[in-house]
């Protein structure tokens, strides 16, 4: 089944404790991104990837960091969390046509005290 | 900036009734790509509909359908024959259709819809 894997669904940190949302996609897409969702925001896209070692900023990319050593993943990094980046977090993959459907992953709701 | 706007936060309709979310967009691009996603309690966003903006013809899939003006930069979404089991939240979303680059998806703010049995 194509899908892409976001683990934790739920995640409780406190400010400052580094932490990783990982994010796994078995469709061999090459362009992967990260976006948050914030009441009354919508989803904005934090940080994107269109092929292995190929990384660059969204529109809100403070605080977050990522990387693209294998196809298949594209975690989500947070060194230093802080409250204001409790929010929704949805990784997508596409296939890099203009067409074409991007795929969500569950979510991740991260909450930072 | 291309930006999309959803005017109605939230919209409520009568089960087996038909409603209509709005969703305006601007951009200086002329090939671009419009989607409406549904986001489900559990929070999974599903794509209901896409258009392209080169097609005049309006798509449609099952109950659902959409109006796209492309001079009055509107694309809403007809849903008929409601049931309970499209109560969710609606993004509309705006994609530029580059030959190699950013694949980003620009969100409205979402349409809360509620079916009343």
């Known amino acids: 089944e194509a899908q892409v894997t976001q683990n934790p669904r739920y995640l409780i940190t406190v400010t400052g404790k580094k932490l990783t949302v990982t994010c796994s996609q078995n469709?061999?897409?090459?362009?992967m991104s990260w976006y948050r969702q914030d009441p009354g925001l919508g989803l904005r896209q934090i940080y994107y990837s269109m092929n292995v070692e190929v990384t660059d900023k969204g529109d809100v990319p403070e605080g977050y960091k990522v990387s693209r050593k294998e196809k298949r993943n594209f975690p989500l990094i947070l060194e230093s969390p802080s409250p204001n980046q409790t929010s929704l977090y949805f990784c997508a993959s596409s296939s890099g046509t203009a067409n074409t459907e991007a795929f969500f992953g569950q979510g991740t709701r991260l909450t930072v005290v | 900036a291309q930006t999309v706007t959803q005017s109605q936060p939230e919209m409520s309709v009568q089960e087996a009734e038909t409603v209509t979310l709005s969703c305006t967009y601007d951009t200086s691009e002329s090939d671009y790509y419009l989607f409406w996603y549904k986001q489900p309690p559990s929070r999974q966003m599903i794509l209901v509909i896409r258009q392209e903006a080169y097609k005049q013809q309006n798509a449609t899939e099952n109950r659902f359908s959409v109006n796209f003006q492309k001079a009055a930069k509107s694309f809403s979404l007809k849903i008929s024959d409601s049931q309970l089991g499209d109560a969710a939240m609606y993004f509309c979303?705006?994609?530029?259709?580059?030959?190699?680059?950013?694949?980003?998806?620009?969100f409205g703010t979402g349409t809360r819809l509620t079916i009343i049995p």
């Open positions: 469709m061999n897409h090459e362009y």
């Open positions: 979303a705006y994609k530029v259709s580059p030959f190699f680059g950013n694949e980003k998806l620009t």
